[in-house]
């Protein structure tokens, strides 16, 4: 899979499950290159994300959404994953 597989899954999994306003997922395996544990068919994503459901909600629980939505994603292909979440 390449990133922009990648990038187009996840986004496509979380705006079904979430109602979203915006979404940006962003690439940025380049920071991950120099590690010891770096595979190459796995990435770094930033996330950033502004939604109702969430907007109410913890960091660390929306965290656990995000995951819980993109489980399969983060255990084959993620290698790395920043979320930041907007407020209304």
């Known amino acids: 899979m390449d ?3 990648l990038v187009e899954i996840v ?3 979380i705006t ?3 109602d979203v306003e ?3 997922i962003d690439d940025k395996t380049f920071l991950h290159v120099n590690h010891k544990s770096f595979k190459k068919n796995k ?3 930033k996330i950033t994300i502004k939604s109702k459901d969430l907007n109410n909600k ?3 629980d929306s965290t656990k959404i995000i995951y819980k939505i993109i489980d ?3 255990k084959k292909y993620i290698h790395s ?3 930041s979440f907007k407020k209304f």
């Open 58 to 60: 913890s960091s660390f």
């Open 81 to 83: 994953i920043q979320i």
């Open 16 to 18: 079904n499950k979430l």
């Open 3 to 5: 990133i922009n597989q």
């Open 11 to 13: 986004k496509k999994k």
């Open 72 to 74: 399969e994603e983060i």
């Open 43 to 45: 990435f770094h994503l």
């Open 22 to 24: 915006s979404i940006t």
